[in-house]
């Protein structure tokens, strides 16, 4: 049986290692395994690269994903998805594996509809796809920004300032909040909840009170102030999929902080540091299960479902069920998180 392998949309840190996984269990299960290069956009420009088990060795611990990626929807392109049923029909190609987020995978559903049978892996730094305790990617880039953290911290510290850090987590504020909790914020702004400068500003006071004269706020580019309508942004331009460029919340933030409160602020953009180098042990081996599994789902033809981590239990939950909305963050835990503040 041949089967596709491609990794869309914005990149993360553990791809290579569920590439690996999905490469050596497939060849090991009598597989042959083709990888598309550049998401989608490879299969409807016939960009195809056989994957042996040499093709991936050694990658287990390097960032990026050696089949590219891109943003491409095969739904916007002129005849994209006739344009992949052709090449699968020409490789002899039965399944798709396909590694990535909402958009990437939304696609995959979407085809089923054509008769393409998909198998998904949850990969995305933001960990807002429904289903899944976690999405391969994250765990890396929330030890960044904890590392970051830690970092200001002490240059904080020494100059007696406010720090601010804006990380990436377009509608749900997965990294702000567990890099916040783990890197002792004193403030964590998510997109989830509105936040007002009347709040941050009393969390700052309430911090000098106690003689502590620097403060930590982690920011969600996604956050914003109450009652305003958009979220910050860079540009007005959409990619495929309709999104804009977000950021720009912690520069403005900054200003409205010295401006109230007279406070020397500085702000990190954490930016793509998130998406880059070595994943974490927990993401190689989360990406290692979720590969191997996919491998089984293909085999049993359990097509149109996600690979899932639940409860530490690697699952097959439908993509109609994983595609259902954003995962937002346990408002019980950001209560917890408030307790720090
Ligand atoms: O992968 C998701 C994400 O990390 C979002 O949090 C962020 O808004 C976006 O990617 C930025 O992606 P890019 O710079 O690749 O367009």
New binding site residues.
């Given amino acids: 049986m041949r089967v596709a392998l491609l990794t869309g ?2 990149d ?1 840190s553990a791809i290579n290692a569920a590439i690996r996984a999905v490469v050596r269990k497939g060849i090991v299960e009598g597989l042959e395994i083709i990888g598309m290069r550049n998401g989608w956009q490879g299969l409807i420009e016939d960009n195809v690269e056989p994957l042996y088990m040499g093709s991936v060795s050694g990658i287990i611990q390097r960032g990026g994903t050696i089949l590219g990626t891109s ?1 491409n929807n095969p739904f916007k392109v002129e005849r994209g998805v006739e344009r992949i049923i052709v090449n699968l029909r020409k490789y002899g190609i039965e399944a798709i594996v396909v590694i990535g ?1 909402d958009d990437t995978n939304t696609v995959a559903m979407r085809l089923a509809e054509h008769g393409v049978n998909c198998v998904g892996i949850p990969q ?3 960990n807002d796809l429904q289903g899944t305790d976690y999405s391969i990617g994250f765990d890396t880039a929330v030890a960044v920004a904890c590392d970051a953290l830690d970092k200001l911290h002490t240059t904080a510290s020494a100059h007696h300032r406010i720090m601010i850090l804006e990380v ?3 509608d749900a504020g997965w990294i702000a909040l567990i890099g916040g909790i783990a890197g002792g914020a004193d403030t964590i702004l998510i997109p989830e909840v509105p936040f007002t400068l009347e709040e941050v500003r009393e969390r700052i006071d309430k911090r000098r009170l106690v003689n502590k004269n620097f403060s930590i706020i982690v920011v969600s ?1 996604g956050a914003k102030p109450e009652g305003q309508e958009a979220q910050f942004t860079r540009d007005q331009k959409k ?1 495929p999929f309709g ?1 804009v ?2 950021g720009g919340v912690g520069i403005w933030l900054a200003e409205q902080i010295e401006e109230k409160t007279g406070y020397e602020t500085r702000v990190t953009h954490l930016g ?1 540091l ?2 880059g180098g070595s994943p974490t042990v927990f993401d190689r081996v989360l990406a290692t299960r979720l590969g191997a599994f996919a491998v089984d789902m293909v085999l049993e033809g359990k097509f149109n479902h996600m690979a899932c981590m639940r409860d530490n239990r690697v699952v097959a939950v439908p993509y109609a069920e994983v595609l259902d909305g954003t995962k937002t963050v346990d408002l019980e835990l950001y209560e917890m998180a408030k307790l720090f503040f």
């Fill in positions: 949309g914005g993360s943003r987020g995305t730094i933001d990436m987590g377009r580019e990619d999104h460029r977000l793509h998130q998406r």
